[in-house]
């Protein structure tokens, strides 16, 4: 079962500043969009249907724990 993805405006304009910032940033939002479309119960569960995932950004060098987080339902 495939599902959609939408992303909320404030997303959208967070990660507009962070894309200027983080060259490798799009692929790996790119990477998360396919994986959630395909595995949406994917990461830790925070209550109300609602997980977060811990993302890393290659270009900041930091690992998931330095690097980003999303939350989604």
Known sequence: MSYNVKALDVFESQAKRLLKKYSSLKGELSTLIFSLKENPKQGTPIGNRCFKIRLAISSKGKG???G???SHT
């Open 64 to 66: 998931k724990s330095g």
């Open 68 to 70: 980003a987080r999303v």
